[in-house]
C-alpha cells in the first residue's frame, strides 16, 4: 500500500486496466467500434487510472439525480459533476464497445444502462447557468439526451496533449512517497504562471511538504493557452526559483469544466486521488465569463468534509508599498498602491509587443511565452 497522508475519494483507488494479454484478446473479437468526443475519451482513461475515484464507470440516471439535487453519490459522498458518456443515434445498440481515439481503440464500455437527461437542467444545476455562450453548456447542448452507463476498463493509455509529464494517481503518490512528502497541495492551473499564481504556491509551501503543479492540458477553450506553453512556462520558472525537491509538475488531460464553485470541488476530489491533502482555491478559480462570483468556489467548501483541506487564498496583486506581492489580508496600504494584472492583461501586452513588468510575470516565463506565441506548440 502506497502511504501518503490522503486516502483516495471513497478510500481506495480504482484502478481498471487490462493486462496486455486480455487486450490483445478482446481485441481479436468483433467488437463494435465508437469513438466518443475528446473530453469523454478523456474522461474514460481517468476514471480507469483512478483519478475519479471510487467511480468504476460512466454514471447512471440514479447518480446523475442525485449528484444534481445534492451533490453527493448516491452512498453520500460529495460529487459535484456527473461523468456522463453520450449516446449517439448513429452509435451501434451493443451491449459493449470498444472506444477508440483517432481509430484506435484504448477502452472497452460495457454499457448496463441507457437512459435520457434533459441538457438544459444538468447544465443549470452543474455550471448555473443555460447559455450556449458557456463553453461546457454548448458541448452539453450539442450531445442531444441519450446516454449510457456502465464500467470501463483501459487497454492503453492515451497520448498526451504534450511530453512526458502526465503522471497517473499511482504513480503521483509513488513519487509523493519517495520524497517523503506526508503533505502535498495541489495547484490547479490552465495558464502559464504569473506573479499572483507564485504569490499562492509559495505560501502554500511554507505550510506543506510538497507542492503538485498539476495544469489541466486536455481540452480547454478558444483564447486559453496551448499545453506546451503552460508546461513550459512552469518548467521554467520552477528550475529557476523553487527547490528542486520540493515540487512536482505533472499534467492533467481532462477537458475543463468551467463551472466556478463546482468544479473547484471537482478538481478537489481529482487531486485527493492523486495523493494531494491540500489544495489550493484561488479567486475564481475555474470560472469563465462572469457567470460565478470570484468567491463563490471559496463559499462552497463551507460545512464540506471532502477529506482534502481547501487553502482558500484572495486574489493577489503587486503592491507599491509593500514593494512586494500581497493580498487586502496582508497589505493596508490604499488601492492606489495596488498593481492588479491578470493573466488577460499580460497576454494583450504580449501580443502587442510591448514590456512586460516583472512584477506581473517573471522575465524568464515571459521569454517562453514569446516564443510560445511566435511559433504556437499543441
Ligand atoms: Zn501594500
Known amino acids: 500500500m502506497l502511504a501518503t497522508a490522503s486516502k483516495p475519494h471513497g478510500g481506495a483507488l480504482v484502478e481498471r486496466i487490462l493486462p496486455a494479454a486480455r487486450a490483445r484478446k478482446l481485441l481479436e473479437r468483433d467488437i463494435p467500434r465508437v469513438e466518443p468526443p475528446l473530453e469523454v475519451s478523456l474522461d474514460a482513461e481517468k476514471i480507469c ?122 504513480e503521483t503518490r509513488r513519487e509523493f512517497q519517495k520524497r517523503g512528502w506526508e503533505t502535498v497541495v495541489g495547484y490547479q492551473t490552465r495558464n502559464p504562471p504569473h506573479r499572483a499564481h507564485e504569490y499562492l504556491q509559495r505560501c502554500a509551501l511554507e505550510l506543506v511538504d510538497g507542492l503538485l503543479v498539476h495544469p489541466v492540458v486536455g481540452k480547454l477553450k478558444e483564447g486559453d493557452w496551448p499545453a506546451r506553453a503552460i508546461v513550459r512556462g512552469y518548467q521554467r520558472m520552477m528550475d529557476a ?85 500581497a493580498t487586502d489580508r496582508t497589505c493596508g496600504h490604499p488601492p492606489e498602491q495596488r498593481v492588479e494584472f491578470s493573466g488577460t492583461q499580460i497576454r494583450a501586452w504580449l501580443r502587442s509587443g510591448q514590456p512586460v513588468p516583472p512584477e506581473a510575470m517573471r522575465p524568464e516565463v515571459v521569454e517562453v511565452l514569446r516564443e510560445e506565441m511566435a511559433s504556437p506548440g499543441p
Request: aromatic share 12%; net charge positive.
Open 49 to 170: 487510472i483512478g483519478a475519479y475515484s471510487p467511480l468504476t464507470g460512466f454514471q447512471g440516471a440514479g447518480a446523475v439525480a442525485s449528484i444534481l439535487r445534492r451533490m453527493e453519490l448516491p452512498g453520500g459522498l460529495p460529487w459535484s459533476i456527473p461523468i456522463v458518456f453520450p449516446w449517439r443515434e448513429d452509435y451501434p445498440e451493443a451491449g459493449e464497445v470498444l472506444l477508440t481515439h483517432g481509430g484506435a481503440p484504448f477502452a472497452i464500455f460495457h454499457v448496463k444502462e441507457r437512459f435520457r437527461l434533459d441538457p438544459g437542467r444538468v447544465a443549470q444545476a452543474v455550471y448555473g447557468t443555460r447559455d450556449p455562450q458557456h463553453p461546457n453548456v454548448a458541448d452539453l447542448l450539442s450531445y442531444g439526451n441519450r446516454y449510457a452507463a456502465g464500467p470501463v476498463e483501459l487497454l492503453r493509455r492515451l497520448p498526451a496533449a504534450y511530453g512526458d509529464t502526465e503522471l497517473s494517481p499511482r
Open 241 to 325: 526559483l523553487y527547490p528542486r525537491e520540493r515540487v512536482l509538475l505533472s499534467t492533467l488531460s481532462i477537458a475543463m469544466r468551467y463551472a466556478g464553485p463546482k468544479a473547484a470541488v471537482h478538481l478537489a476530489i481529482v487531486r485527493k486521488n492523486y495523493g494531494c491533502t491540500h489544495f489550493i482555491v484561488g479567486r475564481d478559480i475555474a470560472g469563465v465569463g462572469r457567470y460565478y462570483g470570484p468567491y463563490d468556489a471559496h463559499r462552497i467548501f463551507e460545512g464540506l468534509d471532502l477529506g482534502i483541506i481547501p487553502l482558500r487564498f484572495r486574489e493577489a496583486f503587486h503592491c507599491r508599498g509593500c514593494g512586494t506581492t
